[in-house]
T-cell receptor, first 114, second 112 residues
């Protein structure tokens, strides 16, 4: 296992288009998180799954954003009708449900909306 | 509202020098505090994690302190190296929510 993988690493799209990011967590981790990070800021929580259940969503996750984790393994984050303000790094992290909840982050998917 | 404030926002030091980064938090009820290092264009990597009962924890040249009474933490970097250039993010977990509260980070630049 090579850690948390995210794909694509970079995505450039035109305003109004839809984009989808994929995250493959560490295989034995049952928690999966999505964060958004803009330049010079810390990550902002978007949503979190335990297995296939989406247990918490931030108010930042507008109705244009949807996340899924259908089989409790990989997850997708889709942004519909992208806006320039969606430009950011989208980070995925995973952890075990027990213990200190130490998150392992992926390298992120950078989105640029023109 | 849970908040994590970090200072300074950015810092430039010469290679070999020491530095200390600060983190103040208002997260309650407190569970643990961790420091992450984030290289440019990469995801954060955990450096240390501290629980309520721990005052000091070291990881190589990194030493973190925690004062749970004043809700303050510091990260001290000894004998800095060029590879220490990164953002250092303080992250606090509460016992209720599953998600974490992130600080905005301190951007450290180590110059030769």
């Amino acid at each position: 296992d090579t850690g948390v993988s995210q794909d694509p690493r970079h995505k450039i799209t035109k305003r109004g288009q839809n984009v989808t990011f994929r995250c493959d967590p560490i295989s034995e981790h049952n928690r999966l998180y999505w964060y958004r990070q803009t330049l010079g800021q810390g990550p902002e929580f978007l949503t979190y799954f335990q297995n296939e259940a989406q247990l918490e969503k931030s108010r930042l996750l507008s109705d244009r954003f949807s996340a899924e984790r259908p089989k409790g393994s990989f997850s997708t984050l889709e942004i519909q009708r992208t806006e320039q303000g969606d430009s950011a790094m989208y980070l995925c992290a995973s952890s075990l449900a027990s213990g200190a909840n130490v998150l392992t982050f992926g390298a992120g998917s950078r989105l640029t909306v023109l | 509202k849970n908040q994590v404030e970090q200072s300074p926002q950015s810092l430039i030091i010469l290679e070999g020098k020491n530095c200390t980064l600060q983190c103040n938090y208002t997260v309650s009820p407190f569970s643990n505090l961790r420091w992450y290092k984030q290289d440019t264009g990469r995801g954060p990597v955990s450096l240390t994690i501290m629980t309520f009962s721990e005052n000091t924890k070291s990881n190589g040249r990194y030493t973190a302190t925690l004062d749970a009474d004043t809700k303050q933490s510091s990260l001290h970097i000894t004998a800095s190296q060029l590879s220490d250039s990164a953002s250092y993010i303080c992250v606090v977990s509460d016992t209720g929510r599953r998600a974490l509260t992130f600080g905005s980070g301190t951007r450290l630049q180590v110059q030769p």
